[in-house]
């Protein structure tokens, strides 16, 4: 009979010992190096991406914003109803060039009509009754003149006369009583002489000022004629200026009331643009710096003639002149166009393409890609001033660093990825 030998069997109970050990400690060791491992890095495919090379040199900063282009305020003109009134036609449509004196619309009102003929009858009866006054103190004042003369030829002959007398006395030839008699009697003939000249004198006064209160009530009612003329005029709707009708805001038959807006006129040969700047870009502007205006067809230079002192729903208003010589034909009020303003000019300084994210004054984490172009790593950058496509870098690249400038938010877990 075999006999089992206890030897054996503890061999091989520490065999079975020690392959636990090893299968126990080769799996805690792996389970270490596994989570020392870095994650596998999160591919992306090179052509997708939108990467820059960091620069040195001169960087031109600008602000760029939408807008329209626009009639001066002075080269346009709305033209509002005078009265209360109807539209009975209209002349002349919208896009017409029109002259100052062209009809654009006609407009009827019978109680402005009537009110100029009621006025206009106000005005001549004051003038009839001006001429009438004048024949009235006229003949007056020659009668006065004639009183005046009687009593200054009374005074005269009875001054003679007491002259007469006084000299026939000192020869004895008439009583003393004649001669005080005659002396009594020019002297009251004098001062009456001189009462009706005073008279004379302040009938030319009273004449000056009934006739200045007469033609003061003329020249008000002309006032109000010419004003109800003017009114009954304005029925007729004139351009005003030399442009092209923009609007007519009203339709045949439409009630119209002092004030209502009828027809806008402007002269397109002088434009300017209208931009709309974001608030935060547009703090650098100043009146005087140069702009460039894109049309479509074709980019107008100008220079910044206003900026509004306040923002309305995040952007501030702008606007530029542009070189009337260089409008392209076709242009028009209204036409949307694309504005760039030149700030400044900063000299030496390390810049690089505009990062989807990056906004002036900030620090952000871009990609920066290997030298063999196979990996990209992320780093913090410090950006500093701002242009509409370039942006300065203070701190966290150098020049000849190459930076994915697309946007990366998909991998904002990692700090690794491999260009494939």
Same mark, same amino acid.
């Given at each position: 009979? #075999?006999?089992?030998?206890?030897?054996?069997?503890?061999? %091989?109970?520490?065999?079975?010992?020690?392959?636990?050990?090893?299968?126990?400690? @080769?799996? @805690?060791? /792996?389970?270490?190096?596994? =989570?020392?491992? *870095?994650?596998? !890095?999160?591919?992306?495919? !090179?052509?997708?991406?939108?990467?820059? &090379? $960091?620069?040195?040199?001169?960087?031109?900063?600008?602000?760029?914003?939408?807008?329209?282009?626009?009639?001066?305020?002075?080269?346009?003109?709305?033209?509002? +109803?005078?009265?209360?009134?109807?539209?009975? *036609?209209?002349?002349?449509?919208?896009?017409?060039?029109?002259?100052?004196?062209?009809?654009?619309?006609?407009?009827?009102?019978?109680?402005?009509?009537?009110?100029?003929? #009621?006025?206009?009858?106000?005005?001549?009866?004051?003038?009839?009754?001006?001429?009438?006054?004048?024949?009235?103190?006229?003949? /007056?004042?020659?009668?006065?003149?004639?009183?005046? +003369?009687?009593?200054?030829?009374?005074?005269?002959?009875?001054?003679?006369?007491?002259?007469?007398?006084?000299?026939?006395?000192?020869?004895?030839? $008439?009583?003393?009583?004649?001669?005080?008699?005659?002396?009594?009697?020019?002297? +009251?003939?004098?001062?009456?002489?001189?009462?009706?000249?005073?008279?004379?004198?302040?009938? #030319?006064?009273?004449?000056? +000022?009934?006739?200045?209160?007469?033609?003061?009530?003329?020249?008000?009612? *002309?006032?109000?004629?010419?004003?109800?003329?003017?009114?009954?005029?304005?029925?007729?709707?004139?351009?005003?200026?030399?442009?092209?009708?923009?609007?007519?805001?009203?339709?045949?038959?439409?009630? @119209?009331?002092?004030?209502? =807006?009828?027809?806008? @006129?402007?002269?397109?040969?002088?434009?300017?643009?209208?931009?709309?700047?974001?608030?935060?870009?547009?703090?650098?502007?100043?009146?005087?710096?140069?702009?460039?205006?894109?049309?479509?067809?074709?980019?107008?230079?100008?220079?910044?003639?206003?900026?509004?002192?306040?923002?309305?729903? /995040?952007?501030?208003?702008?606007?530029?002149?542009?070189?009337?010589?260089?409008?392209?034909?076709?242009?028009?009020?209204?036409? &949307?166009?694309? /504005?760039?303003?030149?700030?400044?000019?900063?000299?030496?300084?390390?810049? $690089?393409?505009?990062?989807?994210?990056?906004?002036?004054?900030?620090?952000?984490?871009?990609?920066?890609?290997?030298?063999?172009? %196979?990996?990209?790593?992320?780093?913090?950058?410090?950006?500093?001033? !701002?242009?509409?496509?370039?942006?300065?870098?203070? #701190?966290?690249?150098?020049?000849?660093?190459?930076?994915?400038?697309?946007?990366?938010?998909?991998?904002?877990?990692?700090?690794?990825?491999?260009?494939?």
């Amino acid at each position: 009979m #075999d006999i089992q030998r206890k030897s054996s069997a503890k061999k %091989k109970l520490i065999k079975r010992a020690i392959y636990v050990v090893l299968i126990v400690v @080769v799996g @805690v060791g /792996g389970t270490l190096a596994l =989570n020392r491992l *870095k994650p596998a !890095a999160q591919s992306v495919e !090179a052509a997708t991406i939108w990467p820059d &090379t $960091v620069k040195r040199g001169d960087m031109i900063r600008q602000v760029r914003g939408l807008g329209k282009l626009t009639v001066y305020p002075e080269d346009t003109r709305w033209i509002p +109803a005078m009265t209360d009134a109807r539209v009975e *036609k209209i002349v002349v449509k919208v896009s017409t060039v029109v002259k100052p004196d062209t009809i654009i619309l006609e407009l009827s009102d019978p109680v402005a009509q009537q009110a100029m003929a #009621d006025a206009d009858f106000q005005l001549k009866s004051a003038e009839a009754t001006l001429a009438d006054l004048k024949v009235q103190l006229l003949s /007056g004042k020659l009668t006065q003149e004639s009183i005046s +003369a009687k009593a200054k030829s009374d005074e005269t002959q009875a001054r003679l006369q007491a002259d007469t007398d006084q000299r026939l006395l000192t020869e004895g030839l $008439v009583p003393e009583i004649t001669a005080k008699k005659s002396s009594l009697t020019a002297d +009251a003939l004098s001062n009456s002489s001189r009462i009706e000249q005073e008279r004379l004198a302040i009938q #030319d006064q009273s004449i000056k +000022a009934q006739l200045d209160s007469q033609q003061a009530k003329i020249d008000g009612l *002309k006032q109000l004629y010419n004003l109800k003329k003017s009114q009954v005029d304005a029925l007729h709707v004139r351009a005003g200026i030399d442009g092209v009708v923009q609007s007519i805001p009203v339709e045949i038959g439409a009630h @119209v009331t002092p004030g209502t =807006n009828l027809v806008k @006129v402007s002269n397109p040969n002088k434009l300017m643009a209208e931009l709309n700047i974001t608030e935060t870009q547009a703090k650098d502007i100043v009146v005087g710096q140069d702009a460039s205006i894109d049309t479509r067809s074709a980019v107008i230079p100008g220079k910044v003639i206003r900026k509004d002192p306040a923002a309305v729903n /995040g952007t501030v208003t702008v606007d530029c002149s542009l070189d009337i010589a260089t409008l392209p034909k076709g242009t028009f009020p209204d036409m &949307t166009v694309e /504005g760039t303003v030149t700030l400044e000019k900063l000299d030496n300084i390390i810049y $690089v393409g505009r990062p989807v994210h990056g906004q002036e004054n900030s620090t952000v984490g871009l990609f920066k890609i290997s030298d063999d172009g %196979k990996t990209a790593e992320r780093v913090q950058v410090k950006l500093g001033r !701002a242009s509409v496509n370039t942006i300065e870098v203070l #701190d966290g690249l150098r020049p000849g660093d190459k930076v994915i400038l697309s946007d990366t938010s998909a991998f904002d877990n990692s700090d690794r990825i491999r260009l494939s």
